[in-house]
């Protein structure tokens, strides 16, 4: 608690003294709309929670908008680490929560334009965002999360720009490791009161290690249509990507060449492929002032999603009759409905609804090799059948939502959301006494009821507090295991359930924008890693952790034209029960048990990370073009890759150059530009972690120095 103490007494000066400067200074700002965590779209300086708008040209400035990576450093209190591996997705956590994730995103809730891109069981991806399209992108953290329902202890929402004028884009990206990008896109406004956006993107990357090549398509279209008080929204999505992964490193290989490739990476010629369709709806009809019913909203998608992944685990391990293989290989439908409705009771504003989803995947696991375990004849290929089962998982629930004013300056929100997850699987694989029967089905019923107050002492001055309760239900491949010898379906695995306390306060005016956050959360059932060997990662619940921290981040316009950012994140993150683990491969009582012993640190989580930018636009173009120079640094403390601490990759800071303009060509076309050069002083670093990996390959090294050039052609009708 001393370093809480410590860290309210550093956050609370800043904040004291920050609020006297913003208290003499004018208050016109451009105020930022926000829809996430809002019973209706709202300033936000009014939203009673922490939230922070990344907008489109952050995005177009930050890189070759192919990962969120690229830009989120910029916000307090989540960690978005890019792999530098196409084959697993970005590391993602907000808070603390998500960062046990050994791959896909774990704890936190994706959209795009509305429609989910986390699964019921709360796994989720994002690689199919698309980020050049995007008006913004907000993100939610802290109490008032827990109004998305299952696993949601953040939420990343993205936005696509709406069609105002007719145009066609053009753009071209060129960089260091290979890296080629080509995107296409038209936009315009139809008759009959349509409109209509497509745009498809083209990516190759040879990677800066070997066995890290990639390729990706993707394809979207937006078709929308409004007449009178209603609006309708079709979205399609296309994504097709394919990756070779270089795996992981150990300690000793990271401390010899931290640009090598692991030698398992080539001889199983580790790689991956990603095939996934998505159609949504969204229908909107707004009922008018004059109606206490306000609007009501319909929203309707469904997808196909395929993987299939070869992986680096020996014939030896898959020698066990409990082995999956060394090959997944799955095809899952999913969809989901939401119908909300929002009313205006006198000065209260409220949202109602309801939302069920499922998934359903056709999972199978192959042999990585051919011939028999003992001298294989090929490895990297597709075997024998290991695996074969079918996987269901289902969330229903419900959600209401209000804001009233309680006071001149004082308004209340409040909400709660109330649901079930079921999680099934039916083993079709053929059963054994060696290899049993791992079919199971379990169900979670969870209530998340939250409540924040907002005061107003001043214009551009706002102060908040919430509370909430949170639910996160383990997701079907943590279930896949049971801790008993016997295998099996994890029937014994709790939900884990979380109450958090956030304070927080804002401030806006002309030249300065300040928003500051402390936090605590207090988790029971926390899921986490028993084993991972032979090709099965096996969890438990470890008992009850605890987070707490602060987050600062600022905005100052110092001079005409100089525009200096900030953020700043603190977090203490911890385990305060003991329990037993695995620290490697076998993994058995008397083989590489261990005990993870409380006050222990989660790993995945750091103790600080920060961001600032310094952007200067010249008052006299450059090269004939007006545009932007920026400085961007970027650190974070040192991660932790495994649960006993004993495994830990060094902090870093790393430094960034970039120049952006655009150049008018007349009435009708521009031209837009970006220079960038990332990790500046070439610094070795690891970028991030495989949280408990159980052959040590915990570290994934982050990229040398690299440049980047993209230029975007717009041509408007």
């Known amino acids: 608690m001393k370093l809480a103490a410590a860290m309210l007494n550093r956050v609370t000066k800043s904040c004291v003294w920050a609020c006297l400067v913003a208290w003499q200074l004018p208050t016109a700002w451009a105020a930022e709309v926000v829809v996430t965590g809002s019973a209706r779209a709202q300033q936000v300086l009014d939203a009673p929670f922490a939230i922070t708008v990344v907008d489109a040209s952050a995005l177009r ?7 969120l990576s690229e830009v989120m450093a910029r916000v307090p209190g989540l960690v978005v680490n890019n792999r530098n591996n196409y ?17 896909g995103v774990r704890g936190l809730r994706l ?13 989720g991806q994002a690689a199919h965002f698309d980020l050049a399209a995007a008006q913004r992108i907000e993100v939610l953290r802290g109490p008032f999360s827990v109004l998305y329902g299952n696993a949601s202890g953040g939420v990343i929402a993205m936005f696509s720009a709406p069609v105002k004028q007719a145009q066609t884009e053009l753009s071209v990206d060129a960089g260091s490791f290979g890296l080629r990008q080509q995107r296409y896109s038209v936009a315009s406004p139809l008759d009959g009161g349509f409109d209509l956006r497509a745009s498809y993107a083209d990516l190759d990357v040879d990677g800066f290690r070997p066995q890290s090549a990639a390729h990706r398509s993707l394809g979207n279209l937006r078709l929308g249509w409004q007449s009178g008080s209603d609006k309708l929204s079709l979205l399609v999505s296309d994504h097709n990507q394919r990756a070779q992964d270089p795996l992981g490193l150990t300690a000793a290989q990271l401390a010899a060449n931290p640009r090598q490739t692991a030698p398992e990476a080539l001889a199983y010629d ?51 009759a409990k082995s999956g293989g060394g090959v997944v290989d ?37 042999e990585n090799f051919s011939g028999p375990s003992a001298t294989p004849t090929a490895l990297g290929i597709t075997g024998k059948l290991r695996r074969n089962e079918l996987n269901h998982a289902t969330t229903t629930d419900g959600f209401v939502q209000a804001r009233t004013p309680l006071a001149e300056g004082w308004d209340l929100t409040g909400g709660v959301r109330a649901g079930r997850v079921e999680l099934s699987t039916e083993d079709r694989f053929a059963v054994s006494a060696a290899n049993p029967d791992d079919s199971g089905k379990l169900s979670y019923a969870y209530a998340n009821p939250v409540l924040g107050l907002r005061w107003t002492p001043a214009p551009g001055w706002a102060l908040h507090a919430s509370a909430a309760r949170g639910f996160e239900s383990p997701t079907l491949g943590e279930l896949a295991y049971s801790t008993a010898s016997a295998g099996g379906f994890n029937s014994a695995l709790k939900g884990q359930t979380s109450r958090q306390f956030e304070l927080g306060a804002k401030w806006r005016s002309a030249v300065l924008e300040l928003d500051a956050a402390l936090f605590n959360v ?28 602060a987050e600062l981040s600022g905005l100052w316009r110092a001079a005409p034209g100089l525009r200096l950012q900030a953020a700043l994140s603190l977090l203490h993150a911890q385990y305060l029960d003991s329990f037993q683990t695995c620290t490697g491969t076998p993994c058995s009582p008397t083989s590489n048990a261990a005990t993870v012993l409380a006050g222990k640190q989660i790993s995945g989580t750091q103790k600080a990370t920060g961001w600032a930018e310094a952007a200067w636009r010249p008052g006299k173009a450059l090269a004939g073009f007006p545009g932007e120079l920026g400085l961007e640094w970027r ?22 150059l970039r120049w952006s303009g655009s150049l008018p060509l007349g009435a009708q076309d521009s031209i837009e530009a970006l220079a960038r050069i990332d990790n500046l002083f070439d610094k070795a670093f690891v970028g991030s972690v495989i949280v408990n ?11 040398a120095r690299s440049a980047l050039v993209s230029l975007r052609w717009q041509h408007r009708w």
Do not use: C
């Open 330 to 366: 799955f095809d899952r439908l999913y969809g989901g409905v939401e119908g909300k409705l929002t009313l205006q009771l006198g000065a209260t504003d409220l949202v109602a609804g309801v939302s069920v989803e499922s998934l359903r995947d056709d999972r199978q696991g192959y």
């Open 87 to 103: 084959a697993q997705d970005l590391q993602i956590s907000s808070r603390g929560f998500g960062a046990r994730a050994a791959f």
């Open 693 to 703: 990996e159980g052959n040590s390959r915990f570290y994934e090294p982050g990229a």
């Open 111 to 123: 959209y795009a334009d509305g429609i989910p891109a986390t699964m019921p069981d709360g796994q």
């Open 522 to 549: 207090a988790t029971s059932n926390e899921i986490g890693v028993l084993s991972n060997s032979g090709g099965r990662s096996i969890y438990q619940n470890v008992g009850r952790t605890q987070r707490y921290g």
């Open 61 to 67: 400035d930050a890189g070759p908008m192919v990962n």
């Open 635 to 656: 650190g974070m403390a040192r991660t932790l890759a495994n649960d006993t601490n004993t495994a830990v990759a060094p902090g870093y800071a790393l430094a960034s």
């Open 270 to 320: 580790t790689r991956k492929t990603i095939r996934q369709t998505q159609t949504g709806v969204n229908w909107r009809h707004d009922f008018g002032d004059a109606s206490v019913l306000r609007e009501s909203s319909l929203t309707i998608y469904h997808g196909s999603r395929g993987v299939t992944q070869w992986q680096a685990i020996t014939p030896a391990a898959q020698a066990n």
